[in-house]
């Protein structure tokens, strides 16, 4: 088993209970790690009771999985799921940092976190020791105070429990801010300042299991691989691709920031009213002439640094410090809320950051709620008194606040924009579904598909088992392009960022030098890979208990889609619906399931999923 | 004589990513395994965006060296690095005491001490941040002993502090 720390970690933050568990080899060689190992073990701990159970409820588990190729792989991220309060599905969501190397490092290749601890508590992992310690002092803190008190407090702790070592760095952490611990289901898991594992809504599960952080310090050595000498190697051949990739380097994704708007017109603008912007003041480099920025930033072992930590200095937003924000931000904290000045952008994002609330989750709230103010829906009185005009920063951080404390009009947000927009239509008496653009509960990323000119096409949301994830879109061919390829980048848990200009046999070269198996691209794509979208698929049309999906209505584009793009040079574009019911039935078929969108028997019975199939029959989703 | 070999590794904390490559490139060539704790260049990050690698200065006048009990450490006349005789070093960290930036750590694994060889004067921590571009690190040559060499000598507590205000300005002051 090279590659792998040896164990899991299980906690049980109801009795305290703490246990070791070992894998088997080829139950890891069939789901490697992250993504695919929590789905196979989501499935056996919760498959059987998978839609009575509340995913803010004790009974849900939280995990917290590295990968074989985290640490080795450049740029090692951690993968977080369980059963998801925004899709009711599981997601794997991923989160960039120095966390997975910790907890590989002190012996352990994930965490198992279940039941929920009778007051707010944190994990403590230094190297084999664990600890479920007091978190009174730092519940309800922003996520820079969490993250100055947890560091302080735990170099105190390495000095004291390893007096002649001397000065050991420092442990990392993932952590939640007061929009986890509220249980709002648009938190993120957060690490450092500015990471977040947003998508599936885990900074709420977090919180609902009164868990505040997870603190890891590993002193030993990242696990022995199978052939070192080739490892080497390959790190250097992956650095040396990536670090050609000068712009890429240098802005990130925020490059997009114009771009995407400008020119493949796909880009959210006041709740994806529009796709299509012409403000130059989110061209490249503006905001490197405007604000400081940390050009170069990056996580261990990242040869690209595609994040960058920024501040204004001068302002009315003088000192609001977060990542420079990136394609995602830039436009869900800046076009989407039709903030068009990086200072407004970097200041709602850093709000955001604080509260821990997850940046494309609560861009998509918060814009719903503006455009709802925009057609008098949501009035000034609703809103508490918050003027919430396109543009205006601080109205949209004073909404955030509320959002992620659940006080007023934020309790019904918290809700995410699906949730919302029936809560709110109901008090209303009025449909505003039209105005919510999601994916099974899930705010779609923030690239569109009706001009036709990004990366994304008309089934990538709708078909993807993690919905609205920009970041595991479904695609035809069902192969490099599509979600099975991200679920052995999520798998093996490493940053697919640095795998986009490496060829795709390296990647199976990796995973050979470190696991010592050979992965072929026929086992992934006909059945590893496949495996683990099937098990995701029937976890997400079981959903429930608030909401169930039917893959008839619900494997469907958000309505706001079906409008023509109003402006830009794609004016008049929109999603063919013909054209969509015929790619949507051609994935289907090439993923094994059937014209209504349920993994066939047949399908299942070959992967060894007769387990899966049952269940489905069970509740009748399957005849 | 100075030797051609008398190198020293210019550090701007203000360049540095992060991204570790140093601890990587570090661990396995001396441990032959990736080991951020074994590693004689390691990045501490007290303060995000304030990442500080914190390696050995050879100060000029060698106090860890002078402090050692068992005689375990002595100073490589070509390269001017630090050496730690494996056999002799008991893993009693007088040395790290000694150190007026507490740079010196006692490896994780085994019982001695981790202190910086400079690899010979081709430094590998300095290969791979020059590969990368980051040019945190880089190699100068050392002329003669230059006395001020021990000041670089901090804690990643006394960088960090003054790091933070060169980074976000007031602000600074609030975030360690």
């Known amino acids: ?69 985290t640490g080795f792989f450049p740029g090692g991220r951690v993968c977080i799921s369980g059963k998801s309060p925004q899709s009711n599905g599981m997601i794997g969501s991923t989160v960039g940092g120095e966390f997975g190397i910790d907890l590989k490092c002190a012996g352990y290749n994930g965490l ?138 240098r802005w990130g994704t925020g490059a997009g920031g114009y771009s995407v708007g400008a020119k493949s017109s796909s880009e959210p603008i006041r709740n994806w009213q529009e796709e299509w912007h012409d403000e ?82 609560a861009g998509n709230v918060l814009g719903f709620a503006a455009e709802l103010y925009q057609r008098g829906f949501l009035t000034k009185k609703d809103l508490d008194g918050i003027d919430l005009t396109w543009g205006n920063a601080k109205a949209f951080t004073e909404l955030a606040k509320k959002i992620a404390k659940r ?54 949301y709708a078909c993807s088992v993690q919905a609205g994830d920009h970041t595991s879109v479904a695609a035809l061919p069902a192969d490099r392009r599509g979600e099975m390829a991200t679920i052995i980048e999520d798998s093996g848990v490493y940053c697919f960022f640095n795998t986009f200009s490496v060829d795709e046999d390296l990647i199976w070269d990796f995973f050979e030098a470190v696991t010592g198996w050979r992965i072929t691209r026929e086992e992934w794509y006909k059945e590893s890979g496949l495996r683990i979208l099937q098990i995701q698929r029937a976890m997400l ?32 574009k929109t999603v063919n619906k013909e054209a969509f019911e015929e790619s949507k039935h051609e994935y289907y078929q ?17 992967l060894g999923l007769k387990h899966v199939e049952k269940k489905l029959r069970e509740v009748k989703i399957l005849a | ?37 074994a590693s004689r260049i390691r990045v501490f990050m007290l303060v995000p965006g304030a990442e500080v690698p914190h390696l050995c200065v050879q100060c000029e006048d060698y106090p860890c060296v002078k402090s050692c009990p068992t005689e375990a450490l002595s100073v490589n006349s070509e390269t001017g690095a630090v050496l730690v005789d494996e056999e002799k070093c008991s893993g009693c960290g007088i040395c790290i005491d000694a150190c007026p930036g507490r740079i010196p750590h006692l490896h994780p694994g085994k019982k001695r001490i981790l202190i910086c060889d400079l690899c010979n004067g081709e430094p590998e921590c300095v290969k791979v941040c020059q590969e990368g571009k980051w040019n945190t690190l880089s190699v100068v040559k050392r002329k003669g002993w230059n006395e001020t060499l021990r000041a670089y000598s901090r804690t990643p507590e006394e960088i960090t502090r003054e790091l933070v205000i060169n980074l976000y300005g007031e602000k600074g002051e609030e975030l360690l």
């Open chain 1, 407 to 460: 006080e007023g009009i934020g309790n019904i947000l918290a809700e995410g924009s699906y949730r919302a927009a029936i809560k709110l239509g109901k008090m209303k008496n009025v449909n505003l579904l039209p105005y919510v653009v999601h994916e099974k509960g899930v705010a779609i990323g923030a690239h569109g598909i009706r001009s036709g000119k990004d990366y994304t096409s008309n089934i990538s």
């Open chain 1, 280 to 361: 130059k003041s989110f061209a490249v480099d503006k905001f490197e002439q405007r604000l400081w920025i940390k050009q170069y930033w990056a996580d261990y072992g990242c040869p690209t640094a595609c994040l960058k930590l920024a501040m204004p200095k001068t302002g009315e937003f003088k000192g609001a410090i977060t990542d420079n924000p990136d394609y995602e931000l830039q436009a869900y904290l800046g076009s989407n809320l039709g903030i068009f000045t990086p200072e407004g952008n970097v200041y709602v994002s850093a709000m955001i950051d604080d509260l821990g609330l997850c940046g494309i989750q």
């Open chain 2, 1 to 37: 004589m100075a030797s051609k070999k008398r190198i020293w590794i210019v550090r701007d904390y203000m360049k540095c990513s992060g991204c570790r490559k140093c601890e990587i490139a570090c661990s396995l060539f001396h441990e032959n395994k990736i080991w951020p704790e």
């Open chain 1, 590 to 606: 090439v993923v094994g399931w059937d014209k209504n969108g349920v993994p066939k028997p047949e399908t299942l019975r070959k």
């Open chain 1, 541 to 572: 049309l079981l959903g429930g208990p608030d909401y169930k999906w039917n893959p008839e209505k619900d494997d469907e584009n958000p309505p706001r889609f079906y409008d023509p793009l109003p402006s830009g040079p794609y004016a008049g």
């Open chain 1, 1 to 69: 088993m090279h590659g792998y720390a040896g164990k899991l970690l299980e906690i049980n933050l109801s009795t305290g209970k703490v246990k070791n568990i070992s894998l088997k080899d080829d139950i890891l060689r069939s789901y490697i790690g992250g993504r695919g190992l929590a789905a196979k073990i989501l499935w056996d701990k919760l498959g059987k009771e998978w839609e009575t159970i509340d995913p803010f409820e004790a009974e849900n588990i939280l995990l917290v999985f590295t990968g074989p190729l």
């Open chain 1, 112 to 249: 198992i976190i279940t039941g929920k601890a009778q007051k707010p508590c944190y994990l403590n992992i230094i190297d084999k020791e664990v600890a479920i310690k007091d978190a009174s002092h730092i519940w309800g803190k922003t996520g820079k105070e969490t993250l100055k008190i947890l560091t302080k407090e735990t170099r105190k702790e390495l000095h004291e429990k390893f007096p002649r070592y001397g000065e050991l760095k420092e442990p990392s952490a993932l952590y939640i801010g007061p929009a986890g611990e509220n249980k709002t289901r648009v938190a993120a898991v957060m690490a450092k300042w500015t990471h977040g594992a947003g998508y599936g809504g885990y900074g709420g599960v977090m919180g609902s299991k009164n868990l505040k952080a997870i603190v890891a310090k590993g002193l030993g050595p990242l696990p022995e691989v199978e052939n070192i000498e080739k490892v080497k190697e390959l790190i250097k051949k992956v650095c040396k691709k990536c670090y050609k990739e000068e712009l890429w380097r």
